[in-house]
């Protein structure tokens, strides 16, 4: 295995069905979620199955749009997913895709650059909040380096690595702690 956890968590098929599935056989019957800021490892796993869940469903949605904008889609004059043909047209388009810990960071990126410091910006004094965003994306981007550098260790030669890891302390303008071989 390449991705540590939580980075290993993916949703191969995008069915809606498969989605619930999934999760729900991560969650084990346990119900934590992102409406409540995890106070143990355990409510955090839940925070990380919500956010896969989120991720999958988010993904899922342009794919759904794009079988609509189909020529036969449109040939046969479909108006939603109801009928068992415009279904199976759309599970065609969902079940190959997926998503993982990649569609989950680029998310994430978009939302705390775009939506996050927007929404904590404005109205009541959020200083706390604030405070607590900055120090969320150093440990999630800390830990998303770290993990990616060990993907990348693996899956390049030693004298790669080596070439990639000696540019990358060089020229990065951030401290990097990444001595993997």
């Known amino acids: 295995m390449l991705l540590?956890?939580?980075?290993?968590?993916s949703i191969s098929n995008l069915t809606q069905s498969n989605i619930t599935k999934t999760v729900d056989a991560l969650r084990n019957g346990k119900k934590y979620d992102?409406?409540?800021?995890?106070?143990?490892?355990?409510?955090?796993?839940?925070?990380?199955?919500?956010?896969l869940k989120g991720t999958a469903e988010y993904e899922k949605w342009p794919i759904e749009e794009s079988v609509?904008?189909?020529?036969?889609?449109?040939?046969?004059?479909y108006e939603n997913f109801r009928s068992s043909k415009a279904k199976r047209l759309r599970e065609a388009r969902l079940e190959p895709a997926h998503v993982n810990f990649l569609s989950?960071?680029?998310?994430?990126?978009?939302?705390?650059?775009?939506?996050?410091t927007i929404y904590?910006?404005?109205?009541?004094?959020?200083?706390?909040?604030?405070?607590?965003?900055?120090?969320?994306?150093?440990?999630?981007?800390g830990a998303f380096s770290l993990m990616a550098a060990h993907y990348l260790s693996n899956r390049l030669s030693d004298e790669d690595w080596r070439a990639f890891s000696?540019?990358?302390?060089?020229?990065?303008?951030?401290?990097?702690?990444?001595?993997?071989?």
């Open 120 to 141: 904590l910006s404005y109205g009541d004094n959020r200083t706390d909040e604030i405070h607590q965003f900055i120090t969320d994306l150093q440990s999630v981007s």
């Open 104 to 116: 989950q960071a680029f998310r994430y990126r978009g939302k705390a650059n775009y939506r996050d």
């Open 34 to 51: 992102l409406n409540t800021s995890p106070s143990n490892q355990e409510m955090a796993f839940g925070s990380i199955y919500s956010y």
């Open 68 to 77: 609509k904008g189909s020529s036969e889609y449109k040939k046969y004059g």
């Open 166 to 181: 000696a540019d990358a302390n060089k020229y990065v303008k951030y401290s990097l702690h990444y001595n993997l071989h």
């Open 4 to 9: 540590q956890t939580p980075f290993d968590f």
